[in-house]
């Protein structure tokens, strides 16, 4: 397995993130739909939902609704990895 160097961002000894995306089923206003995300955006996104103690498809359910309403709507999947990025820097200063 890949390690990170102390070049990287990477903590040294963490392994890299890099795998391919992984396809789940989630279910958004009693629809299932599938999603295709890296393991590292499903683990980030179980963390969201347990830290605001949500059903992870709600967190999916609300960033879908979000995403429509944009002006030029991304794909669930992009919504969902820029609403995980957005999320981590916190709110605009």
Do not use: C
Not at 24 to 32: D, N, T
């Amino acid at each position: 397995m890949l390690r990170a160097t102390p070049n990287n961002s990477y903590p040294p000894f963490m392994p890299v993130p890099y795998h391919p995306p992984i396809k789940r089923s989630v279910e958004i206003a009693g629809h299932k739909t599938s999603i295709s995300l890296e393991p590292l955006f499903w683990d980030m996104l179980r963390s969201a939902a347990d830290d605001e103690r949500v059903p992870l498809n709600a967190i999916v359910a609300r960033i879908d609704m979000e995403r429509i309403a944009a002006e030029t709507p991304p794909g669930l999947a992009g919504a969902i990895r820029l609403w995980l990025v957005a999320r981590m820097q916190g709110p605009p200063a």
